[in-house]
């Protein structure tokens, strides 16, 4: 007997469920945390590439640093993540991600949606 809302919860990977959402919980790589925690705190989104190896933390820390900078009800509709080895050609900047930017969000002040963009290396 499985009911829907009993499998939802074996729907997000385990690794989902535990991710920082914080970039202070975030261990290893000091400098680049110490660089995330001024950027959350002066709220100054630059364009970021993080690169290195796999399973390093770049997803993890940027997704952390956008629920710092977007705090509150609207983050899930202000991020856009997209896996690059997934989605990838000039459809998905055609579509999801120019729909994405005109899509209308209430921000506060200084805020500004953010597209994560995991893998563009693949």
């Known amino acids: 007997m499985s009911s829907s809302s009993s499998s939802n919860a074996y729907d997000v990977p385990w690794v989902e469920n535990y991710r920082s959402s914080n970039v202070i919980n975030i261990v290893d790589n000091e400098d680049t945390v110490s660089r995330l925690q001024v950027i959350a705190r002066d ?22 640093l956008a629920h710092e900078l977007l705090r509150g009800p609207n983050y899930k509709e202000a991020v856009l993540e997209l896996n690059a080895s997934n989605d990838r050609g000039i459809d998905v900047v055609r579509n999801k991600i120019k729909m994405f930017a005109q899509k209308k969000v209430m921000l506060s ?10 893998e563009v290396d693949r």
Request: proline letters at 9%.
């Open 43 to 64: 709220d100054n989104m630059p364009n970021l590439i993080l690169f290195g190896p796999p399973g390093t933390g770049k997803t993890t820390s940027i997704i952390a």
């Open 109 to 118: 002040s200084r805020r500004h949606k953010i597209v994560i963009l995991a």
